[in-house]
């Protein structure tokens, strides 16, 4: 597509003569003449698949021992550190790359738990399917929450506790057999690399079209099931990145969730099924899951993960579910018992009061109120900032926010993000969610090159130390164009820390 060099913000400025031919040299078709992208392919693990890896000397240096490459979130942390992110200072940065909801106090919420009980039994090992009252907790609030009409409710028998969602997400792929796994892009960027761990199954990425909303098409997924054989369908709904209820609630998850009877399975990533936005009064509360569908829940091959993380506002206690047929379950604690052993034991017992329906429903609302407060508050501040959002988000904290508008080279997401690092702000280059970034291709034709992801989990005046931040670099390039972007980028790696969860 393409682009004039002139900024989308408002108000009139001249730039010179050098300016605009310096902006139009920087109209860079290749990520070969960026030195974002450059910074990124020399990142341990980032080269084209089939041409030798860098060998980072300071890591590489075990024998046997391949890096899987940095995740998108060790890079986005790396490189804020090489900025001056550190853990001491992480006050003085605002962090909208990150992928966790605030955890404080927030208007009308229960109170949040500050302290946990440690009985004896507690210091055992937990079994590898969780402490049956936590997995009954979790039955009885599906069942009193989107089945109570339903003759077939979930048990215990049902549920599986996980060490955290991609735990279970980890133990599902390893009892996944060689059959052909179905995953859309953009998603959740640990589905990439969570199936491409576990070598048996055959992961088959689908692209979503932003003409659809990023939403799945169920037309053209059941031909995929018939042409391909697909055998298992992995989505999160409501999806991030891109903060929409990516299987429309009602019809279309129904007849997806159908197509469980036919014989694929289909596996639903719910962690955000309360982050949903309501425009009458009257919805809030309400949330969404495949549960309320799902007609016999031992024979329909339904799968749902969610749990403290997102929900709860808790991604630190690492209790999270996995719920399916009893037979599923059984296959989950035997990979649980080699891959993770089974969640905390402690914060097993002390999660059972926060699944009381009562205890939800007061948590839901508040979170619901609070967050929708939030988003209408970023979105209106980018709209100030001429950055209006293509597809603004329905549910999640994410905003998928599309940077074409803006001149070269503060137009594609990796430059926009060392631009914002220099301000002390992180946000999430969109090609972390691309199929694999690492591939071949020009990193330039990624669909997902030209977007950032923006977390409004953080707090709000976080939220707002961030956007004063992309204030200022709209400023400056609108008032000295865009010949100091794109360039200077630091690359000298901070102290080693453990990576800060974007
Ligand atoms: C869609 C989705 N599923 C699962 C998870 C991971 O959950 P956990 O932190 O419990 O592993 C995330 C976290 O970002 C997510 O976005």
Redesign the pocket.
């Known amino acids: 597509m393409a682009h004039t060099p002139q900024l989308a913000v408002s108000g009139t400025s001249t730039p010179s003569f050098r300016d605009i031919v310096r902006d139009v040299m920087k109209h860079y078709k290749h990520e070969k003449e960026s030195e974002a992208h450059q910074i990124f392919r020399n990142a341990g693990g980032h080269k084209p698949k089939g041409v030798p890896q860098i060998v980072d000397p300071d890591e590489e240096t075990v024998p046997g021992i391949e890096h899987p490459g940095s995740t998108g979130v060790i890079y986005c942390s790396d490189r804020a550190m090489a900025n001056g992110f550190s853990y001491t200072s992480s006050h003085e940065w605002a962090n909208l790359g990150q992928?966790?909801p605030e955890v404080g106090p927030i208007p009308d919420a229960p109170e949040r738990p500050n302290s946990i009980p440690l009985p004896t039994d507690s210091l055992e090992y937990a079994p590898t399917t969780g402490v049956k009252a936590l997995r009954e907790a979790v039955a009885n609030l599906y069942n009193h929450t989107y089945r109570q009409e339903k003759n077939s409710q979930y048990t215990y028998e049902n549920v599986c506790i996980v060490p955290?969602?991609?735990?279970?997400?980890s133990r599902l792929a390893a009892v996944i057999g060689d059959v052909y796994t179905s995953y859309q892009v953009p998603?959740?960027t640990?589905y990439d690399q969570v199936l491409s761990s576990f070598k048996r199954l055959v992961p088959i990425p689908t692209a979503l079209n932003p003409k659809d909303k990023y939403r799945l098409d169920i037309e053209q997924t059941k031909k995929d099931i018939r042409t391909q054989g697909l055998a298992v369908v992995l989505a999160?709904n409501p999806?991030?990145?891109t903060g929409q209820v990516g299987v429309i609630r009602g019809n279309d998850l129904k007849e997806l969730v159908s197509l469980s009877k036919e014989g694929t399975t289909i596996i639903l990533?719910e962690?955000?099924s309360w982050y949903i936005y309501p425009e009458n009064n009257s919805d809030y509360g309400k949330s969404i899951s495949s549960a309320k569908y799902v007609d016999d829940v031992n024979e329909d091959s339904v799968v749902i993960?969610d749990?403290?993380?997102?929900n709860w506002r808790l991604?630190g206690w690492?209790v999270?579910w996995v719920i399916g047929p009893k037979n599923l379950i059984t296959a989950l604690s035997q990979s649980g018992s080699f891959l993770d052993g089974g969640a905390n034991h402690p914060l097993q017992l002390a999660a059972i009061p926060l699944l009381d329906p009562l205890h939800v429903q007061q948590e839901k609302i508040a979170l619901q109120k609070h967050f929708k407060v939030k988003r209408d508050h970023v979105l209106s501040r980018l709209k100030d900032l001429h950055l209006e959002v293509d597809i603004p988000p329905t549910s999640?904290f994410y905003i998928w926010l599309n940077l074409e508008k803006l001149p070269a080279p503060l137009n594609n997401g990796l430059t926009f993000f060392e631009e914002l690092l220099k301000e002390q702000t992180i946000v999430i280059p969109g090609i972390f969610f691309d199929i694999n970034p690492a591939h071949r291709r020009n990193l330039f034709n990624s669909p997902c090159h030209h977007f950032v992801r923006l977390s409004f989990g953080p707090p709000l005046k976080d939220l707002d130390k961030g956007l004063d931040a992309i204030g200022r670099v709209l400023k400056r390039a609108k008032k000295s164009g865009m010949s100091e972007f794109g360039q200077g980028y630091k690359t000298a790696a901070g102290l080693p820390e453990e990576p800060a969860?974007v």
Do not use: E, M, V
């Open positions: 992928g966790a955290g969602g991609r735990s279970g997400l998603d959740y640990a999160s999806r991030n990145p990533d962690f955000y993960i749990g403290l993380t997102k991604p690492r999270c999640t969860q």
